[in-house]
């Protein structure tokens, strides 16, 4: 119970949550109930079921399911609000956000429904909630170069107030990184920062690539480097976080259990790492309860826990001084 308080009381920042993943059942539900025929689940109870995942692939087979019944401004807005409540009530007051605009053009919502929706939610969050959000445009990668392109296009186009970085996600079997180096680089040159998905689904070569042709400030997940001494040290020494998700790792039946995560091999070799729900509800998964599973498997001390609180936010792209301010 006490460690449960501290982790409750540490001042948190989330640096890898989709923002699609970050519906509340409730919300998927009553979604679900405007836009019959969704094949989407209108009782919380067998949303529930719905969201227990084979593997990676079904996992995300569910995951486009939700996007699709997200249509206008308001429905983007609530999911911006919600999450910022979610986070205030864990005393998580920053958060970097990822939103997939090429996915949503694709289903039919038009540009400025999203921009509308991602910037009233993001004042609410800020007025209502105390939270800070700060956003991550993604790359759908298994939608390939042109997705690529007017992903780059519409992120340095609009250039909407909080947007920090740019992404890639989606799978990575069969989608190689380096294909979108072009559009990294011009993304980078424009100031934002780099940070792809690599090493979820596979090994350390992925996470070789995300650094060396995408440039990567810091890696979605990562946790393919473990196996991979050359690149632990490469990440400890540029010091490139990673943005691991332990619990999302267990859903997707990509590690059998909390206890056999990797993340005490990269602990343990000093790599920066940081802690994320990916997929919060759609996971099970709570910040706090993130930092509760790897304190109890991995028998961390209060200081330790603060230590990768702190890890976070040193990671972040939060200006200073304020990142500095939270440290
Ligand atoms: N990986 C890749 N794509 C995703 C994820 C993820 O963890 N979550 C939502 N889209
Ligand atoms: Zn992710």
Same mark, same amino acid.
């Given at each position: 119970?006490?460690?449960?308080?501290?982790?409750?009381?540490?001042?948190?920042?989330?640096?890898?949550?989709?923002?699609?993943?970050?519906?509340?059942?409730?919300?998927?539900a009553a979604?679900?109930?405007?836009?019959?025929?969704?094949?989407?689940p209108?009782?919380?109870?067998?949303?529930?079921?719905?969201?227990?995942?084979?593997?990676?692939?079904?996992?995300?087979?569910?995951?486009w399911?939700?996007?699709?019944?997200?249509?206008?401004?308001?429905?983007?807005?609530?999911?911006?609000v919600?999450?910022?409540?979610?986070?205030?009530?864990?005393?998580?007051r920053?958060?970097?956000?990822?939103?997939?605009?090429?996915?949503?053009?694709?289903d039919?919502?038009?540009?400025?429904?999203?921009l509308?929706?991602?910037?009233?939610?993001?004042?609410?969050?800020?007025?209502?909630?105390g939270?800070?959000?700060?956003?991550?445009?993604?790359?759908?990668?298994?939608?390939?170069t042109k997705?690529?392109?007017?992903?780059?296009?519409?992120?340095?186009r609009?250039?909407?107030e909080?947007?920090?970085?740019?992404?890639?996600?989606?799978?990575?079997?069969?989608?190689?990184?380096?294909?979108?180096?072009?559009?990294?680089?011009?993304?980078?040159?424009?100031?934002?920062?780099?940070?792809?998905?690599?090493g979820?689904?596979?090994?350390?070569?992925?996470?070789w +690539?995300a650094?060396?042709?995408?440039?990567?400030?810091?890696?979605?997940?990562?946790?393919?480097?473990?196996?991979?001494?050359?690149l632990?040290?490469?990440?400890?020494?540029?010091?490139?976080?990673?943005?691991v998700?332990?619990?999302s790792?267990?859903?997707?039946?990509?590690?059998?259990?909390?206890?056999?995560?990797?993340?005490?091999?990269?602990?343990?070799?000093?790599?920066?790492?940081?802690?994320?729900?990916?997929?919060?509800p759609?996971?099970?998964?709570?910040?706090?309860?993130?930092?509760l599973?790897?304190? +109890?498997?991995?028998?961390?001390?209060?200081?330790?826990?603060?230590?990768?609180?702190?890890? +976070?936010?040193?990671?972040s792209?939060?200006?200073?001084?304020?990142?500095?301010?939270?440290?």
């Open positions: 119970a006490s460690l449960r308080a501290l982790v409750a009381a540490l001042p948190k920042v989330e640096l890898h949550v989709h923002l699609v993943g970050s519906a509340r059942p409730g919300t998927v979604l679900a109930r405007r836009h019959p025929g969704s094949g989407v209108t009782d919380p109870a067998e949303l529930a079921r719905w969201f227990t995942f084979r593997d990676f692939d079904h996992f995300l087979t569910v995951y399911a939700v996007q699709s019944l997200l249509r206008d401004r308001a429905d983007i807005h609530e999911l911006v919600g999450l910022a409540a979610d986070l205030a009530r864990q005393n998580c920053y958060a970097e956000v990822t939103v997939t605009p090429y996915n949503h053009l694709l039919g919502m038009p540009g400025d429904e999203l509308s929706g991602l910037a009233s939610g993001r004042a609410e969050a800020a007025a209502e909630h939270v800070e959000l700060a956003w991550c445009f993604d790359i759908p990668g298994e939608k390939g997705a690529g392109r007017e992903t780059l296009v519409f992120a340095l609009e250039r909407p909080g947007l920090v970085s740019f992404g890639l996600g989606g799978p990575e079997v069969g989608v190689g990184r380096a294909q979108f180096a072009p559009f990294f680089t011009a993304a980078r040159e424009a100031g934002l920062r780099s940070v792809p998905h690599a979820e689904t596979t090994g350390p070569a992925t996470v +690539s650094v060396h042709d995408l440039g990567a400030d810091r890696v979605g997940h990562g946790i393919g480097s473990a196996t991979d001494p050359r632990l040290e490469y990440l400890r020494e540029r010091d490139i976080a990673l943005e998700c332990p619990t790792n267990v859903r997707t039946r990509q590690v059998a259990s909390i206890g056999a995560h990797p993340v005490r091999r990269l602990l343990d070799h000093g790599v920066p790492v940081t802690l994320n729900t990916d997929d919060p759609m996971f099970g998964a709570t910040l706090d309860g993130e930092y599973a790897v304190a +109890s498997a991995l028998g961390l001390t209060p200081a330790e826990i603060a230590d990768l609180a702190r890890a +976070s936010v040193r990671a792209f939060l200006p200073e001084p304020r990142r500095t301010a939270l440290l």
